[in-house]
């Protein structure tokens, strides 16, 4: 008995020992992100989305199994799973080290196009708290900058990285991305904080590094003083920096502080006196202070230099618009073009190049001109004519003096008489050339339109043989759907939009457009309409055509994920095309053409790094130094991981002979990791070359 008393207590000893673990479980799975925060449906729901995350074959019975399983979860408990709540419910899995449940979300998150930048920033969050290599990480946070340059976290999250693992070089350039990019001041305080830390005087490159982030916080902080002070002193540690000094000019200049812009822009033509950009700064800077003559002679110069200098004609524009009139003012900006004469068409060409500077009241005056030149011609013209006929009548008139008679003075009433109905005739005639003309150009404009829709009909004839031949079976059946739809009246702009897509299915694009149009006209403020233009536009290759249309999708629904994404990708293509362009005409040693082709790219898109890159390559084959060292500055200031910007501007310095700023550049190219043996191997040895010398 006493036995048995026993059993049984060491069974209730057991039984609690089981509760009271199963409760210290539950608490474990509940506590974590705040008091019974889990709850046991949150808990299946993460557990099956942990399971899907190990499974890697997708078409495995398992896989597809298990996400019946979650779908059906899903359904059943009715969970919200649009974006925003999978978001903050990722961040919550991340609270609690779910990894893999979380990781299963941003996957299937990246796989449909949404929130790609911000979820490769949060896998490497999960990656950094899994004690995973410091590269896999880095990796995960460069790869949600590829998709959103803006994102101002992953770049600090990377720059913080960079600086845990003592990679300075890098980590500095990324924190300096990040001021860049952000506005928000604690983030901003946060890494002065870290900035004044870290500014040590063993490392003079850091501190120079660090002294300029410190000056671009200052500046955004509004604190401009402190900002001119930090910039000075990085410059101080290292007078070579050319980007630091124009950068530090052109701040003095926008705070309409001129003489110490023109000071800074001295100090750098001491090294570079034949830089065109340069130049036009301090002439710009003259002009702000009411030097005009110097600020003329600069802008001479450059025109002499570079006659093709359109900075340099607006430059000597902006002096001469309140002093002189259109004629003379084209006459001073062409000094240098022999037998230049002023007409018409010099002046509405100027009128268009103002128009491309924005100076819509310049070309409007430059306009009226021209059109006050035709009109002085037709004058003339005029005057020429009555100068003849009334030669020619006074000619008449001496052939009959001989005969003095009461007709003859009728004769000079009706010779009066004609040369009033001579003025009318030329006026009627002027007036009806101008009807003509106008009669022309409606005609002309008729006639394209023909010729496009006559265009278009070939087009839409070979894309239906080309289509028909590929798969007639698909074709016969999309032509059933389109029957239909083309027998619906009326037809409102979402039929049409019906009819263009399936045109699109049958392989038949151009018809698409025109029926996007005919939707569009119905509706005119449906961004979707715009953006399925721009994506057939896309898909025709006609990226201009493509990119206007979704920039007004975009403007008519700011929250047009598709249209922005496309418009993005759109742009790439743009600046591909452009880089193309510009490096066709660089092989043929054509440096001009290839310039003014990135010049204009650079207007449209200001922080593209590759343009400035390729720029960079266009001013080192001109032999401009200076102005390729500040484009490759610019391009790494928007792109920290662009190596060959790093390789390229220790080249540029090598040139120069500052060995101790290629160093740098160099040091900083290996930082960034990149792959090309050859180039590494290179510069491995370029840096223990130069190394040796100044360390």
């Not at 990377?158 to 500095?172: D, H, S, V, W």
């Not at 101080?236 to 023109?262: M, R, S, T, V």
């Amino acid at each position: 008995m006493k036995k048995v008393l026993e059993i049984e207590f060491l069974n209730k000893i057991k039984s609690k020992i089981k509760n009271l673990i199963a409760l210290f479980i539950f608490f474990q799975l509940t506590t974590v992100s705040g008091v019974f925060a889990q709850t046991p449906k949150n808990y299946e729901f993460d557990l099956i989305r942990a399971e899907l995350s190990t499974i890697k074959d997708k078409n495995s019975p398992q896989y597809k199994k298990t996400k019946q399983r979650l779908d059906k979860f899903i359904t059943q408990n009715k969970i919200d799973y649009s974006t925003k709540a999978r978001i903050t419910d990722i961040e919550r899995l991340i609270k609690e080290q779910k990894f893999n449940s979380a990781i299963y979300e941003l996957n299937n998150l990246i796989e449909n196009n949404t929130e790609i930048s911000l979820c490769y920033m949060l896998l490497g969050d999960i990656s950094a708290k899994s004690a995973k290599p410091p590269k896999k990480t880095a990796s995960y946070y460069k790869q949600s900058l590829q998709y959103n340059q803006d994102n101002y976290l992953a770049s600090y999250k990377l720059a913080k990285l960079y600086l845990k693992e003592n990679k300075n070089i890098l980590g500095i350039e990324y924190l300096k991305y990040t001021i860049q990019k952000t506005d928000n001041e604690e983030l901003l305080k946060e890494i002065e904080y870290i900035i004044q830390n870290k500014i040590t005087p063993e490392n003079k490159y850091d501190a120079n590094n660090l002294y300029e982030a410190l000056g671009d916080i200052y500046n955004k902080l509004g604190k401009k003083d402190a900002s001119y002070i930090a910039y000075t002193k990085a410059i101080k540690i290292n007078p070579n920096d050319i980007f630091l000094k124009y950068y530090l000019a052109d701040l003095f200049f926008c705070d309409c502080k001129d003489e110490q812009a023109i000071s800074v822009y001295d100090d750098i033509l001491k090294d570079y006196p034949n830089d065109t950009m340069i130049k036009i700064s301090k002439a710009k800077s003259y002009a702000n202070t009411g030097n005009l003559l110097s600020a003329e002679k600069e802008f001479r110069e450059i025109l002499t230099q570079n006659p093709n200098s359109m900075q340099a004609k607006y430059g000597l524009y902006k002096i001469y618009e309140r002093k002189y009139t259109p004629d003379n003012i084209l006459k001073k900006i062409n000094f240098n073009k022999e037998n230049y004469v002023v007409n018409q068409q010099e002046c509405l060409t100027f009128a268009k190049f103002l128009d491309e500077m924005n100076d819509e009241k310049g070309a409007k005056n430059f306009r009226k001109y021209a059109q006050k030149l035709e009109e002085n011609e037709k004058e003339k013209l005029l005057a020429q004519k009555k100068a003849t006929e009334t030669q020619k009548l006074k000619q008449e008139q001496r052939n009959i003096e001989k005969k003095e008679t009461p007709k003859t003075i009728k004769k000079e009433e009706n010779n009066n008489k004609i040369l009033t109905e001579n003025e009318k005739k030329q006026l009627k005639q002027t007036i009806q050339k101008e009807k003509e003309k106008q009669e022309q150009l409606k005609k002309q404009k008729q006639q394209q339109e023909k010729l496009q829709l006559e265009k278009e009909k070939k087009i839409i004839q070979q894309e239906r043989k080309k289509a028909i031949s590929k798969d007639p079976k698909k074709y016969n059946e999309y032509k059933l759907t389109l029957d239909k739809y083309l027998k619906m009246n009326p037809k409102d702009s979402s039929i049409y939009v019906a009819i263009a897509n399936t045109y699109k299915l049958m392989g038949e694009p151009t018809s698409a457009l025109q029926n996007y149009r005919e939707a569009q006209k119905l509706n005119p403020t449906d961004s979707d309409i715009y953006y399925n233009i721009g994506l057939t536009y896309m898909e025709l290759n006609s990226f201009i055509t493509a990119k206007a249309n979704l920039i007004k999708a975009v403007n008519l629904n700011k929250e047009n994920e598709k249209a922005i994404k496309l418009l993005a990708f759109v742009n790439q293509k743009i600046i591909t095309q452009i880089i193309n362009n510009a490096y066709s005409a660089y092989e043929k040693k054509e440096y001009l053409k290839a310039s003014s082709i990135l010049d204009n790219g650079i207007k449209d898109y200001p922080r593209n790094s590759q343009m400035l890159y390729y720029r960079a390559l266009v001013y080192d084959a001109m032999d401009r130094n200076a102005a390729q060292i500040i484009d490759l500055q610019k391009a790494i200031e928007y792109d920290p991981g662009y190596y060959m910007a790093y390789y390229q501007l220790a080249k540029a310095y090598e040139k120069i002979k500052d060995e101790k700023s290629a160093l740098v550049a160099y040091e900083k190219f290996l930082s960034t990791e990149p792959e090309e043996k050859d180039l590494i191997d290179e510069v491995q040895k370029k840096v223990i070359t130069l190394g040796a010398k100044y360390y």
